[in-house]
């Protein structure tokens, strides 16, 4: 029971089934300051169709920029490099006992908040262990579930696991509060004090500046805590109610620079004079077909052939369409340079969908968001191309979560699939997460034991070359099973004035909410 709370209570509990349900319902109003700002000593102002309501690591998770400020501002004792190998942030180093099951993590020297007092072991079990009160409701309930926190001394803290389980680390990038602050109240009244949008953090930048009127945020100043001739000097943020006020504002003159998944806004700056374009990609998320897998074994869609078939057919870099047979980042540290796309001329193709093709059409479900509608039509528009007998059919989340899901009624499923950067995928693809209706979150119904030795193993394992291996026999039995197909990784694109800084210099980061804290490794 522990390994499935553990893994469930990182970034997948906070993103996997969400995304899957209802990702792409903040797409498209989601923008970014970018990812390198290291060589700009200017002001930037940055617009931003959203309103802070909770800078809390706990609690702020109302939106994406509240998420993206918790992060800057409170840093965990842990954070991830470029190649989502974990590294020190408030922690200086930590030691893994030799039955894997304690982690003894020690702070930084000189460590101190906003406020001058000192960062203290005390400041970390007392963040940690808010979620494990009844009180606490927030989405990190499960993140320290079952784990044991200990204050060794003033800079140490030991974490004791019930069994083994080697994504823990994970679970350390969790900002940290400090208690002298926030233990003067209840936990019952911590989402809803001053503190929230006053917040006194540890990070890199603090808050210099807010401009608040009718108890909404509508600007925001945020600076490095040191003065330093390779950071930007100042972010300024000015926030609107949504995309098109966002649009306008850079029109006149009243903001620098945004960022957005919207192609459509995209072409239409990108013919300004004044402006300049630039694009990443967010690798920790894919656009996947899952296919269901719990389908008769004389199903079409069960048959290697017609899996095949649906790969090559929606293998189309020509037009922007990309197939792997598995999602992870070239960049990542558990990546395997293989993709094998199945070699079928149009006529095979053609010749396999002909063969496989039912009476009725198969049904392709996503979720009715703008992005996942308009490639879910682009898609099966390729598929009807080459003879497959395919419609799609646009639900909304809360049908898909409460019934399309868990009697899973669907052929395909199309969504976005948001990953962690620990490499374990034990939640999607392990047979005891099959049942949805009990919180499984294995959607295609996929399970074999093989599958199951290699996830269990990857989570056993704490040597990062062991784990490696691990992991690239995970990614070839994706391949030879292909219970999913994965796609596009979501494209972000910057749309700044001419002049200005280029912000989007990295080809990958890798959440949404990373953008800032990306800028400033």
């Known amino acids: 029971m522990y390994r499935l709370k553990a893994i469930i209570s990182s970034t997948i509990l906070r993103s996997i089934l969400i995304t899957i349900l209802i990702a792409g319902l903040s797409f498209g109003v989601i923008y970014y300051v970018g990812t390198q700002i290291k060589s700009i000593s200017q002001t930037t102002i940055v617009g931003i169709p959203q309103y802070p309501t909770r800078i809390n690591p706990l609690w ?85 579930q079952d784990v044991q926190m200990e204050i060794v001394n003033e800079s140490t803290v030991k974490f004791t696991l019930i069994e083994s389980f080697a994504p823990f680390l994970e679970s350390l990038d969790l900002g940290v509060l400090p208690k002298h602050v926030w233990g003067r109240y209840p936990i019952s009244e911590m989402k809803n004090i001053e503190f929230n949008l006053k917040p006194v953090g540890s990070g890199s930048y603090h808050i210099n500046d807010i401009k608040i009127e009718n108890s909404r945020i509508l600007q925001m100043d945020i600076e490095p805590r040191h003065k330093t001739t390779d950071r930007l000097s100042r972010i300024t943020f000015k926030f609107y109610t949504n995309e098109s006020e966002v649009s306008s504002a850079f029109k006149l003159g009243e903001i620098d620079t945004f960022l957005t998944y919207d192609r459509d806004l995209f072409n239409q700056f990108n013919a300004w004079e004044n402006a300049q374009i630039s694009q990443t990609l967010v690798c920790g998320q894919s656009l996947s077909i899952f296919f269901n897998d719990t389908r008769p074994k004389n199903h079409p869609i069960v048959a290697s052939d017609f899996k095949d078939a649906m790969m090559a057919t929606l293998n189309r870099p020509d037009i922007g369409i990309t197939a792997k047979n598995f999602p992870t980042a070239q960049f990542h540290w558990a990546y395997e340079a293989k993709n094998e796309i199945p070699d079928l001329s149009k006529d095979k193709i053609t010749e396999v969908f002909k063969q496989h093709n039912l009476d009725n059409p198969f049904v392709m479900i996503t979720p009715d968001t703008e992005l996942t509608k308009t490639r879910g039509y682009e898609l099966v528009t390729l598929l009807q191309g080459q003879g497959l007998n395919v419609q799609l059919q646009v639900v909304s989340a809360e049908e898909l ?76 039995m994706l391949i030879e099973s ?30 949404e909410t990373d953008y800032l804290i990306d800028a400033i490794k």
């Not at 197909?485 to 959440?511: A, G, V």
């Open 401 to 476: 979560q409460s019934n399309i899901l868990p009697e899973r009624k669907f052929d395909f499923l199309l969504v976005f699939q948001q990953f962690g950067h620990d490499p374990d995928q034990y939640a999607f693809w392990h047979s005891s997460q099959t049942d949805i209706s009990k919180g499984g979150l294995n959607v295609s119904g996929y399970a074999t034991r093989a599958m199951d030795q290699i996830l269990e193993d990857g989570r056993n394992k704490t040597d990062q070359a062991e784990r490696t291996d691990v992991y690239h026999k995970f990614q070839q």
């Open 60 to 144: 702020g998770n109302a939106n994406s920029i509240d998420e993206t400020l918790s992060k800057v501002i409170y840093p965990g004792l842990i954070t991830f490099d470029r190649e989502n190998k974990p590294v020190g942030d408030l922690a200086d180093h930590w030691e893994i006992s030799e039955d894997k099951k304690t982690y003894t993590v020690y702070l930084k020297p000189d460590l101190t908040w906003d406020d001058g007092h000192t960062i203290t072991a005390e400041d970390v079990v007392f963040t940690y262990s808010i979620t494990q009160s009844n009180e606490y409701t927030g989405r990190e309930k499960k993140r320290f």
């Open 482 to 511: 292909r219970p999913a197909l994965f796609l596009d990784y979501p494209i972000l694109y910057e749309i700044s004035r001419k002049n200005s800084p280029q912000l989007l210099t990295n080809p990958c980061i890798w959440h």
